[in-house]
């Protein structure tokens, strides 16, 4: 009878390691599906992340040592990886512009979030718009009435003017950024951050898709005495251009760092340092 119960407890023994060895093989299936689910997620949310001068942290949460915008230091705070990179928004943020039918929602984002300053002249209110080339990297421009209430528009591509009445850009893909939600359902506002004390990875910017090593590029604002020009930052190499009069001028150096503005994504729900916040 002993040899029996010891026959019959192998017996059961070896039914439920081979149970366990059926398990595991299931769950290491299901476990590799999930692992290539998550690189999957990770490959896009790396496209936003290369380049930014951070290192890509992994884990669950991570501690970020930040500096604020007057330059100083703040305490190190607890902040999800998933959050990391806040300078991208969804599609619901662009309004398709078309020039034979013009339509301006109220939503629109504007320089500095009010009419910019042109000297003796009056002030201009300019959209931010975005460009979409075929096979090219993204530009940031201007949409803007002129005086004549005439839509005038222009973007900077490979050194060249390109405005938004040539018969070659009217197929083009052209849209308006705009702020749609609140900042209690949005959990952020659109800043615009003086260039020195930006944190790059809160800027509204965009890449060349299939290259990311593209710098990344931003809509910015030159603020020089009394004028004041909507344009386009390579925040990477701290360049930014616009077009004045019909013609190109770049702005580098001390005078990106001191005089342009950074339009960024802000998480904060106080009152951002900044030209203004536009929400």
């Keep these: 009878m002993r040899e029996l119960r010891v026959t019959l407890w192998v017996t059961l023994w070896g039914v439920l390691i081979q149970r366990a060895e059926a398990l595991n093989a299931t769950s290491t299936s299901s476990t590799a599906d999930l692992a290539l689910d998550h690189a999957i997620e990770r490959s896009v949310l790396l496209e936003h992340l290369e380049?930014?001068?951070?290192?890509?942290?992994?884990?669950?949460s991570y501690t970020l040592t930040t500096l604020t915008h007057d330059g100083t230091v703040s305490p190190k705070v607890k902040k999800r990886a998933a959050d990391f990179y806040n300078g991208f928004v969804?599609?619901?943020?662009?309004?398709p512009f078309s020039i034979s039918s013009p339509?301006?929602?109220p939503t629109s984002v504007i320089g500095l979030g009010r009419p910019l300053q042109r000297g003796s002249m009056p002030p201009n209110v300019e959209y931010v718009a975005l460009w979409n080339p075929r096979n090219a990297a993204?530009?940031?421009?201007?949409?803007?009435?002129?005086?004549?209430?005439h839509i005038e528009g222009s973007f900077i591509q490979n050194g060249r003017i390109r405005n938004l009445t040539q018969p070659d850009m009217a197929k083009e893909?052209?849209?308006?950024?705009?702020?749609?939600?609140?900042?209690?359902?949005?959990?952020?506002?659109?800043?615009?951050?003086?260039?020195?004390?930006l944190d790059a990875s809160t800027a509204i910017s965009l890449r060349e898709p299939s290259n990311l090593c593209s710098p990344r590029l931003a809509p910015a604002v030159f603020q020089?005495?009394?004028?004041?020009?909507?344009?386009?930052?390579?925040i990477d190499n701290r360049i930014m251009?616009?077009?004045f009069q019909g013609h190109i001028h770049v702005v580098d150096k001390a005078q990106f760092l001191g005089k342009v503005y950074v339009l960024t994504k802000q998480r904060c729900?106080?009152?951002?340092?900044g030209a203004s916040v536009q929400s």
């Excluded at 380049?51 to 669950?60: E, I, K, L, N, Y």
């Design 269 to 273: 729900s106080c009152s951002c340092a």
């Design 51 to 60: 380049g930014s001068g951070t290192d890509v942290v992994t884990d669950s």
């Design 103 to 105: 339509r301006f929602p």
């Design 224 to 234: 020089d005495e009394d004028y004041e020009f909507l344009g386009e930052a390579d």
């Design 173 to 197: 893909t052209i849209r308006l950024l705009q702020y749609v939600g609140s900042p209690e359902s949005n959990n952020f506002k659109f800043v615009w951050v003086l260039a020195k004390n």
């Design 138 to 149: 993204p530009h940031w421009g201007s949409i803007y009435l002129d005086q004549k209430l």
């Design 90 to 95: 969804g599609p619901q943020f662009y309004s």
């Design 241 to 243: 251009q616009y077009v």
